[in-house]
């Protein structure tokens, strides 16, 4: 019986079949002549897409300085930021030049893995920024990171709806629950907050409005020497807080998360959000709700604020970047008074370490004010507290969503941090 | 046969000739990863680079260490559920449509409409399902007061007990369409006259259906279960788009699939790197539970089904 196909058809069909796959291979085009002049191209990410614009108009300042430079913004969704920069790092991309970083651990960790440049003499406008600040940006010895924003936590409120219901701006709790109940009676959301992104209640609510319980800035320096344990009934006050705020949460906060907050305040379907910081000032203007801002209310009449005024955004010099020269001329820009006015200007909440005279629009002056009148602290677990799993920040944040959805209670939600702290960090 | 094995000798160079890029194209780049899983799984690492050799350390951790075997034991028990409920919805759903579909007309058409839910990226359908299930804004909510069904209202994504079997659903919806093709060619391929016996000695249609159908479908119950099994220890696209990489609420919904995904690319804005060594031993539990279900579906429905 013949076989199906001959020996010959069977050659005919593999030469045929090898040069399709080999012209394939060499179809892929010849790269361009490169061009007479030196045009180099940087990119820089962070974790801000909702910046694209404002950046954009920034860079293109420096672009027309720099001619010779062009600056592309490439910011990654913050939820995968973390994991997507990690992955490219860790493969030695050059994808990236110039990556925004979080000051303390964050830098550190980077630093240990060899991602980024220690920037001492290659960044020469470093000077310009205070010590103390360049302190938290810094690892093995250097200064790695170009402190480039800071940003208030605080509550921001509807004033149209404050005003229909006569409500003054709350200066201690028991104004601000009377208002909250107030409000609620009247049948209207109280407070944008929901129980899916857990960053939002236990990094951006419970060391914003519950710095004024815990202590604020004293507590947790004293935290971080190990002096006091988390089981500290300060903390477990602070729990019970926020256990007695859920009853003001927008209905359905099971499922709600940063975005719809976010959307529900812009649409002016809450009064208030609680986990807000200044970062949000520029959607919310670009949304056109009639918003204000106020500080966390203080425990007792008289308390001094301890606001919680934390070191975000800083950039640093990825290590695999085929164009140093051209990322460390862009960092030496960012360390100038002109880039911080048009750093603030653009993105309205972002407060620039920079020491100089800038102009700013009035909500953003109206914060900075409440700012330079308290005593500042930082998120409470972002310095020492979260340099190895399980992290501070984690913990910290589980804790937050056991007590909104009701399976831990105060006293649990503190014991469940400190053990997990207990597990490595140097508790006296 | 004779005939069937001489041209089977004849053909050899050209069969192998066919199978062999296939077969390398499959072995490296399903076959030994799968090995090679099992290798970095007695390792410590970070993403892509190995730091050094720590046998079972890392099993150990996943088993025994807190937090580590909470969130293992925590992410199986929801995995567990999440296919047990998606496998019911699968083998019973799909199989009462195509019982009725195969007595009716224009089943062809049928087929299709059934099978388009199956075409669309999951990713695409979690993100819609949420849409549609956001207590705020969503669909649902608003249609369900409309017909003064209030009171059913829940945070459906947020709520403990709701949230896995809401995204089961949301994958039964999804994966309708083969179990139901599977189904109908299986009805199709019984023998008529045994139907037609059963028809005479009086039996109605759901003896008929139960007494003759369900058991000689018993292999496609197989094939179904399979594939549920399969997709389901390993599924994240689905929890990703519903929900979140962490499980959200609590953990609630965190699957083998996106503890995996956080072990090995870290987690969030905390800057904690991967940990490879660990992600590697979950994916080798992970292979490991895959293997011992499948054997065991396997020995279930081929004990009395004809092949």
Known sequence: MRGILSLRKTGVFLLVFLTISLACAFAGGSKEAAPAQTQSTIVVTSWRTEDIAAVNAINAVFMKKYPNITVKFDPIKNTEYSAQLQTALETKSDRYDVIGVFPFGWVENYNKNGYIQPLNGLVKNLSNLPQAVLDKYSAGGSVVAVPVAAVAHGIYYNKDIFAKYNLKVPETWAEFISICDTLKQAGVNVIAQGAVDKWTLGEGGFPNWGANFYGGEATRQALMAGDIKFTDPRFVKTFAVLKSLVQYFVPGYQSIDYVAMQQLFKTGQAAMMICGGSWELAGFKAAGVNFGWFPPPVQNAGDKEQLCFLSDLGYSLSRYSKNTEAAATYLNWVSTPEFAQLFMTNIPGFYSYMPGNYTLDPAATSILKAVQSSVLTERLMAQKLSDKPPTGTDLLDDACVKVVLGEFTPEQAADYVQSGLATWFPFK | ?307
Do not use: C
């Not at chain 2, 949230?163 to 060619?185: D, E, M, R, T």
């Not at chain 2, 929900?243 to 609420?249: K, M, Y």
């Open chain 2, 1 to 307: 046969m004779q005939r069937g094995q001489r041209a089977l000798r004849g053909n050899l160079h050209v069969i192998i000739l066919f199978l062999a890029p296939t077969l390398l194209f499959y072995t490296a780049f399903l076959i030994l990863p799968v090995f090679d899983s099992l290798r970095l799984s007695l390792y410590s690492g970070k993403l892509l680079r190995i730091d050094r050799f720590v046998g079972l350390a890392n099993f150990h951790r996943l088993f025994f260490v807190p937090p580590f075997n909470t969130a293992f034991f925590n992410a199986f028990r929801n995995t567990l559920e999440l296919f047990v409920i998606l496998a019911a919805i699968q083998n019973t759903i799909p199989l009462v449509f195509a019982v009725i579909i195969s007595r009716v007309r224009f089943a062809s058409f049928f087929r299709v409409v059934f099978f388009i839910p199956s075409l669309v990226p999951l990713i695409v359908v979690g993100f819609l399902f949420k849409m549609i299930l956001n207590p705020v804004w969503g669909v649902l909510d608003k249609a369900l007061r409309f017909i003064h069904l209030g009171l059913l209202v829940r945070p459906w994504l947020g709520d403990a007990h709701l949230a896995i079997p809401v995204i089961a659903l949301i994958g039964g919806w999804v994966y309708f369409g083969l179990p139901f093709v599977l189904f109908l060619a299986g009805i199709n391929s019984i023998d008529h006259e045994m139907i037609e016996a059963a028809r005479i000695d009086g039996a109605g249609e759901i003896a008929v259906t139960r007494r003759i159908i369900i058991p000689l479908l018993l292999p496609v119950f197989g094939i179904v279960t399979t594939l549920a099994l399969i997709g389901n220890i390993t599924q994240f696209d689905l929890i990703y788009s519903a929900a979140n990489a962490w499980g959200d609420p609590a953990y609630r919904t965190d699957v083998f699939g996106t503890l995996f995904y956080r072990s090995m690319f870290g987690a969030n804005n905390t800057g904690i790197t991967s940990d490879l060594g660990l992600a590697a031993a979950l994916a080798s539990v992970m292979f490991v539970i895959v293997l011992v279900g499948e054997i065991l579906v396997l020995r279930f429905t081929r004990r009395r089904g004809a092949s």
